[in-house]
């Protein structure tokens, strides 16, 4: 089973873009969804988007604008951008992996990482 | 957007107890629904994917029906590690949405 590890900031300012990444180890890139989702401080789970094996990609209208998610395959890595981000863009980051076979669900995620908008 | 509803928001129970939570999709999902478990300060835990089929490692007292619009998660004989938040998913279509989660406290 594939194990995934999140980096970057902890703390963002209003206005500036965040960008995490996540490592992927023990499994391979293909045949895979490469998600991230957020959690809000005591609240429940947003989907962001995701990119498959193949480098397409699916955002969440909401961010859409806003969010680019892309794939380095040569490091086993993927990342997130999140441009002009607001207190609301405050929560707990986690990357995730879906193989084509759990249909769309998320057989693997990692620990998450909190990110907080302030000046 | 599909719209996932849990029932109920939050529910008591006791070790040994039978529970069931219920996820209602806003259209028709087939079976593309998946169950997690999460625990203060973790990340969520997959349960249950394509609404019935039991994640590998997850213990059989855990199942899941359903299709179309309405789905259930059952737990047949709760344990004191079973007490959490459980989220359901849907697959169907993005963006991939999840119900508001469910909190099961101990009584």
């Known amino acids: 089973q594939v194990q995934l590890q999140e980096s970057g900031p902890g703390l963002v300012k209003p206005s500036e873009t965040l960008i995490l990444t996540c490592t992927v180890s023990l499994g391979s890139i293909s045949n895979n969804y490469w998600s991230w989702i957020r959690q809000s401080p005591g609240k429940g789970l947003e989907w962001i988007g995701n990119?498959?094996?193949?480098?397409?990609?699916n955002y969440n209208p909401s961010l859409k604008s806003r969010v680019t998610i892309s794939l380095d395959t040569s490091k086993n890595q993927f990342s997130l951008k999140l441009r002009s981000v607001t207190g609301p863009d405050t929560a707990v980051y986690y990357c995730a992996s879906s193989h084509t076979l759990l249909r769309g669900a998320m057989g693997s995620w990692g620990q998450g990482t909190l990110v907080t908008v302030s000046s | 957007d599909i719209q996932m509803t849990q029932s109920p928001s939050s529910v008591s129970a006791s070790v040994g107890d039978r529970v069931t939570i219920t996820c209602r999709a806003s259209q028709g999902i087939g079976t593309w629904l998946a169950w997690y478990q999460q625990k203060p300060g973790k990340a969520p835990d997959l349960l249950i994917f394509s609404a019935s089929t039991l994640q590998s490692g997850v213990p059989s007292r855990f199942s899941g029906s359903g299709s179309g619009t309405q789905f259930t998660l059952s737990i047949s004989s709760l344990q004191p590690e079973d007490f959490a938040t459980y989220y359901c998913q849907q697959s169907s279509s993005f963006p991939n949405t999840f119900g508001q989660g469910t909190r099961l406290e101990i009584k």
């Open positions: 990119v498959y094996f193949s480098g397409s990609t």
